[in-house]
């Protein structure tokens, strides 16, 4: 065994040797160096941080955190080791783990394969250990070494997904299969912060996953701009939006289940005045309110307010965008907020009207986009609130996305004289804002109506 000294030595060798390689510039490499030592520095890394896994399992196993002041070896690493407090504890878990799986250990060790390799293994195996309490050594050691010849081969998402399979292999009846597929753990929790935004977490089943990803992939596919300008939303902003339009789809889609006597829907109380007359907009570009404006509205009516069955306060501007295709339940309020009238549900935009705007737009008729019918609403060009008549003439079939987007952008559609929607852009997308045609329409010799 390596005296300490000798071992030391090597440590600071090793720092010395990493050091000077920041001051070099990768732009004065060759092709072949520059690929050459991306792939070394890979090795080394994986060197590195094996041996920093093995030295923090040493440091926990010694307590030396106690002696730093720490709490524990990952609040430690994550003080003083520059790690998130999530990689320090996965650190020492795989650490610890790796003492029993010494196939993992040793290829760790000399860097053939990563940390995160040796994690997703261990995860495997830590979770075959827990479905499977009474395995034979000798089956665990063969799923040690198909992880490992995963890891040599392969990413770390590879070695997850095989880990999987021998779960599901090694599973017994009992077990009712394993922790990934029990939909008893499942949770969903919405929460709201000050801001009034909410904030979504769910633990689910792979089934239960399997299917949010079905339907969100579609609705969450970027959406490249007419010129073909790539979308520039975040991958979590799409599938936010994605998520906004499935709830849109369920919910027009009247299948579930009845609550209170009615279907599922969105109850809005607002005035009739403050539909129309645009209210304030709360969350849009408009310039933000001064102090003499927010004591103005401390002492405004209730009347005036715009709120949500669920969740409270609305803005108006979003109000009147909801407003575009729904069932609209006209209440009549006094000056105490007490109905005096409560008028019949009606359908703002009836199946034969619907059925013939999805006939003339074929899918949302935004520029560029062309979603199915079925993801789409049909707006009121001119708001049924300010008087719009719910005809062809006036409706155009829009996605989600593209309904906030006219709603709250600075894009205008009409209908030409062709009877097809059109659409002007701001004058960032074309300072002559010359108009485009509907997506379904789109193509040479298309000239503005």
């Known amino acids: 065994m390596e005296s300490g000294a000798v071992t030391t030595g090597a440590v600071t060798e090793v720092s010395t040797q990493v050091m000077r390689l920041t001051p070099l510039a990768v732009t004065d490499f060759t092709d ?6 991306v792939a070394d520095m890979v090795t080394a890394r994986a060197v590195i941080d094996g041996f920093i896994t093995r030295a923090a399992g040493e440091i926990d196993r010694r307590e030396l955190s106690r002696k730093f002041g720490a709490s524990s070896t990952a609040a430690w690493l994550s003080n003083s080791g520059h790690l998130d407090r999530g990689h320090a504890n996965r650190t020492v878990a795989v650490a610890h783990a790796l003492t029993s799986l010494p196939l993992l250990a040793a290829a760790l060790q000399v860097g053939d394969i990563t940390a995160e390799h040796a994690h997703s293994a261990v995860t495997a195996i830590t979770a075959i250990d827990d479905a499977c309490p009474e395995l034979d050594p000798s089956a665990r050691t063969a799923a040690e070494q198909i992880l490992l010849d995963v890891a040599l081969a392969g990413p770390p998402s590879k070695v997850a997904a095989r880990g999987q399979e021998l779960l599901l ?47 969100l992939s579609g609705l969450s596919a970027p959406l490249p701009a007419e010129d073909g300008t790539p979308d520039d939303r975040s991958p979590a902003r799409r599938r936010a939006d994605g998520f906004a339009d499935l709830l849109d789809a369920y919910l027009g889609s009247g299948a579930g289940p009845a609550e209170g006597g009615v279907k599922p829907h ?31 509205g401390a002492k405004m009516d209730r009347a005036g307010r715009v709120a949500l069955a669920w969740l409270g306060p609305f803005s108006t501007v979003s109000a009147r965008l909801l407003a575009c295709d729904c069932d609209i339940t006209a209440i009549t309020l006094d000056d105490s907020d007490v109905p005096v009238n409560l008028g019949r549900t009606e359908r703002v ?30 707006h ?10 719910t005809d062809l003439a006036n409706l155009v ?36 804002r010359q108009p485009i045609p509907a997506h379904n329409r789109a193509g040479p010799g298309r000239a503005a109506a």
């Open 397 to 432: 079939l829009l996605c989600g996305h593209h309904h906030r987007v006219i709603h709250h952008g600075e894009w205008v559609v009409y209908i030409g004289d062709d009877g097809h929607p059109w659409f002007i852009p701001p004058a960032t997308v074309d300072p002559f």
């Open 169 to 215: 292999a090694l599973s017994t009846p009992e077990v009712d299969g394993c922790a990934a597929e029990d939909m008893t753990r499942n949770q969903l929790t919405v929460t709201r912060n000050r801001s009034g935004r909410h904030i979504v977490r769910g633990d689910f089943d792979i089934e239960t996953a399997e299917k949010l990803h079905s339907a």
């Open 266 to 296: 969105l109850t809005l109380t607002a005035s009739v005045r403050e539909l129309a007359d645009g209210g304030h907009c709360q969350g849009c570009t408009c310039a933000p309110a001064t102090a003499e404006q927010v004591a103005a």
């Open 349 to 378: 935009v009836p199946a034969k009207p619907r059925r013939a705007v999805v006939a003339r737009d074929e899918g949302c008729a935004m520029p560029g986009c062309g979603r199915p019918a079925a993801w789409c609403v049909a």
């Open 380 to 389: 009121h060009i001119e708001h049924w609130i300010d008087g719009g008549a």
């Open 32 to 37: 072949q160096e520059l690929v050459d030592s």
